[in-house]
């Protein structure tokens, strides 16, 4: 298993999936093993993956200081596999609470980032965040399925701080566009992938300054793709809109069908979208081939 040290010796693990140019892949959860991501939908056959076990979780060690679990102490993490692999300039991509962890690094390492990809990712770094308000509206929209009014039942006992070990895994439906077998495989393996110390200090204070990281992202001269799902709460795609705004030159795509995991809800339809994207040439800022909506492959959604 390839594996480098970070600064304070903590020795990181990654797992190289498919061929072609490098692609950093940095899991959400927060703290969840990479394994989760798969090959992302076939994106692997487009592109070699490289996936992080961040601190703590997969592969990777524990480290002595469990604060350094915080989201921008592991900023130095992402920098030291860039500086590992011999990167001038990366493409990263981040899944949900990784969008955290990719923002700050795009902040602070601003010459080292080619493309920024957000997929269904969080923007606390920026000062954007998801409510119990957002989450009712996503699921609102499920209401016609036949596992819904279970899910329901877990989903308030959540709200009201009443949850249940088994709540967790009654509410898992909402987070994919289809509930199906693939689907429930997938979610029947997040409790043995995620590291729950270091989840819980992922986002604890200190963690960020979003005026500061806004400032920082608003000067980034990189390309940025945000995809959103459409039945997904975080980002809802209206919320995801806000984000992109906050980025200048930002695209966003908001994936029809698709939940939390939009590689599993339509793997061709993502993989086309991420990988035309990661494929084109750089566009002048501001342009209208960088305007908010467009897919950039096959038709705006």
């Not at 566009?283 to 492959?297: D, I, R, T, Y």
């Amino acid at each position: 298993m390839p594996a480098f040290a970070a600064p304070d010796g903590t020795e990181l693990a990654y797992h190289v999936v498919g061929e072609g140019e490098p692609l950093l892949c940095l899991p959400g959860g927060p703290m969840r093993a990479s394994g989760y991501l798969g090959d992302l939908g076939g994106l692997a056959q487009r592109r070699r993956l490289i996936k992080l076990d961040l601190r703590g979780t997969g592969d990777s060690g524990t480290p002595a200081d469990p604060a350094t679990y915080r989201c921008d102490r592991q900023i130095a993490d992402v920098e030291a596999l860039r500086a590992h692999l011999g990167l001038e300039r990366v493409d990263l991509l981040a899944h949900s609470a990784a969008g955290d962890l990719a923002l700050l690094y795009a902040a602070r390492h601003p010459r080292r980032i080619r493309t920024l990809t957000l997929i269904t990712a969080r923007a606390r770094a920026l000062g954007v965040d998801f409510t119990e308000e957002h989450r009712r509206e996503a699921a609102a929209l499920r209401g016609a399925e036949p596992w819904f009014e279970a899910a329901y039942g877990a989903y308030e006992r959540v709200w009201a701080g009443c949850v249940a070990d088994a709540d967790w895994g009654a509410i898992a439906p909402f987070f994919y566009g289809r509930w199906d077998a693939a689907a429930q495989a997938h979610a029947a393996a997040e409790v043995a992938q995620t590291n729950d110390e270091a989840a819980e200090s992922y986002a604890s204070a200190g963690a960020f300054a979003p005026d500061e990281a806004r400032a920082a992202v608003a000067a980034l001269d990189a390309r940025v793709l945000l995809l959103a799902g459409e039945l997904d709460s975080g980002p809802l795609p209206r919320i995801a809109v806000e984000i992109a705004k906050l980025i200048p030159g930002a695209e966003l795509v908001v994936q029809p069908g698709a939940g939390h995991y939009p590689w599993l809800d339509d793997p061709r339809r993502f993989t086309r979208t991420v990988a035309s994207f990661l494929g084109r040439e750089p566009a002048g800022l501001g342009s209208e081939s960088a305007g908010l909506g467009q897919e950039p492959a096959g038709p705006a959604v």
